[in-house]
């Protein structure tokens, strides 16, 4: 039997990208069949997903405008950053003002900056398991310990609390909650970020709120941002127009200080967040110039039309994983745009691990999921549906008569 983590060139010892692991699953495909990629959450690349022209036409005039070719200020222009903090605020108790946004390029940057204000010698943080690779090799390069807490795939992807009790210490600077959760599709009850506050709080750590799917929210718990519960805990709000309005190659995100308290007030703080800033290269001026009519001047119905694609997207997938008997999906995705599902490998021949059936997968089948290692889970798998509904239909298609040819003889369906 292969031993997936050796033979596919993946060093399970060390941090994964999953831009990183796609490609070595890309390099593996030798059939000639139409390749399916079920791996990146990247909507763009389907005809069904695509902005609204709103969003086009501020870019359009931002540009011919002949006003944004210049240096944008490091933090963000003033109109973009007063823009977001308006567009935030719709959603809270309290109004944020434009010094607690700095434009970031992606959210990816927003959470390098937020690990690197955070970070000192000795300083550990508490990142959710299964979670976003790119925290942990953030932190790898800050230097920050990293200790996993455990998501609860029974409990619809809570955050164990119990073990943020058990692993908080006085080193540790901050929980980084990740919701509508990626890789996990949940959207968290008010009623549990109202206890992950109340944890933080307790502990004397901010909370890290990466909001980067921010209402793309589509079961029975609207979307809640954390900055709701700042007055209680001081929260870092990551976000950017990249999923809502399925831009990610315009590099529009946010690093925000959701704190009314002020703490991220205090003269020192902000001077140190703005001399980070002038060593970063944010998004291109004329992007940000279009910011404030973006958020301004979408339609409702263009969010509304990208959240039933979702769902009926997620429908096709949770109808389909049943009829899988060595996939099961614990939870039906309630929001954001990718699902973890178990792979049970005993019930498999010649697959040894969640890594070895990807692989195999890409080879025989030119059908490309991301392996549950990547995120933090062995032996699970995360599947992007934000996808046109044949391409899914036809992956899972496929991944169910892999699996039926991997069957074990007593298995076989």
Known sequence: MENGSLNHGVDTGSTITIKGILSLLMQNITS???VISLGMGDPSAYSC?????VAQEAVVDALQSDKFNGYAPTVGLPQTRRA??????RDLPYKLSSDDVFITSGCTQAIDVSLAMLAHPGANILLPRPGFPIYELCAGFRHLEVRYVDLLPDKGWEVDLDAVDA???HNT???VVINPGNPCGNVYSYEHLKKIAETAKK???LIIADEVYGHLAFGKNPFVPMGVFGSEVPVLTLGSLSKRWIVPGWRLGWFVTSDPSGMYREPKTVER???YFDILGGPATFIQAAVPHILGQTDEAFFKKTINLLKNASDILCDTIKEIPCITCPLKPEGSMAVMVKLNISLLEDISDDIDFCFKLAKEESVVILPGIAVGLKNWLRITFAVDSSFLEEGLRRTKSFCQRHAKQLQRY
């Not at 997903?49 to 022209?53: K, P, S, V, Y």
């Not at 977001?84 to 605020?89: G, K, V």
């Open 32 to 34: 000639n069949k139409r």
């Open 49 to 53: 997903f695509h902005t609204t022209h």
């Open 84 to 89: 977001i903090a308006e567009y935030l605020s």
């Open 167 to 169: 692993l908080v210490d």
């Open 173 to 175: 600077v901050a929980l």
């Open 203 to 205: 502990h004397k750590i």
């Open 273 to 275: 967040i703005k001399k």
